[in-house]
C-alpha cells in the first residue's frame, strides 16, 4: 500500500461525491456527468495508492465495471433505470471489490425499494398524483457510503489514532 492517508482522503474524496450524486438527485433528478467522470477518473489513483496490481487486480475492477454498464444500460434502454444511475454505479464498480459491489447492489436494490415505497406513497396522498419520480441516486449513494463505511472508519482511526 502506497500510503493509508491517499487511500483514506480517496476514499473521503468519493464519499463526498456519492453525497453530491445523492443531493443533485433529490434536487433536479439528475446525476451530472461531471460528477461520474471524475468518481471513475479518481478510481486509477485509487488503485495506485492501494497498491492494486494490474493483473488481476485492476483487470477485474475493469471488468466488472464494463459488466455492470453494459446490464444496467440494457436496463436504460428499457426505461427501467436513468443514465446518471448507470453511470455512477459503473463508475462505482471501479472502486469496490467484486464481491463488494455484489453486497452493493443487494443494499441498493434493498434501500431503492424502499425508498420507491415513500415516494410513492407521498405523491399519492399528498400531491394526489401517480408519476412520482424516484431519486434512486440516493439509494446507489447510501449502498455505497455503507459499503464503503469500514474503509472510511480504518481511515479515521488511522488519523486520529483512536
Known amino acids: 500500500?502506497?500510503?493509508?492517508?491517499?487511500?483514506?482522503?480517496?476514499v473521503g474524496a468519493l464519499a463526498i461525491a456519492l453525497l453530491v450524486a445523492a443531493f443533485t438527485d433529490i434536487r433536479r433528478r439528475q446525476i451530472d456527468n461531471w460528477l461520474n467522470a471524475?468518481?471513475?477518473l479518481g478510481a486509477p489513483a485509487y488503485w495506485w495508492a492501494a497498491g492494486l496490481?494490474?493483473?488481476?487486480?485492476?483487470?477485474?475492477q475493469v471488468g466488472v465495471a464494463l459488466l455492470a454498464f453494459v446490464v444496467l444500460a440494457g436496463l436504460f434502454a428499457l426505461?427501467?433505470?436513468?443514465g446518471g444511475d448507470v453511470k455512477l454505479l459503473a463508475a462505482l464498480a471501479l472502486w469496490v471489490p467484486p464481491l463488494g459491489f455484489v453486497k452493493l447492489l443487494v443494499i441498493m436494490s434493498l434501500l431503492g425499494?424502499?425508498?420507491?415505497?415513500?415516494?410513492?406513497?407521498?405523491?399519492?396522498?399528498?400531491?394526489?398524483?401517480?408519476d412520482a419520480k424516484i431519486p434512486y441516486g440516493v439509494a446507489i449513494a447510501s449502498a455505497g457510503l455503507i459499503t464503503l463505511a469500514p474503509m472510511l472508519e480504518a481511515g479515521w482511526?488511522?488519523?486520529t489514532g483512536a
Open 113 to 130: 425499494g424502499l425508498l420507491t415505497i415513500i415516494f410513492a406513497a407521498w405523491h399519492y396522498t399528498v400531491t394526489r398524483r401517480r
Open 79 to 82: 426505461k427501467l433505470m436513468g
Open 1 to 10: 500500500m502506497q500510503g493509508n492517508t491517499i487511500v483514506y482522503g480517496l
Open 38 to 40: 471524475a468518481i471513475a
Open 53 to 60: 496490481s494490474l493483473w488481476p487486480d485492476v483487470a477485474m
Open 157 to 159: 482511526r488511522s488519523v
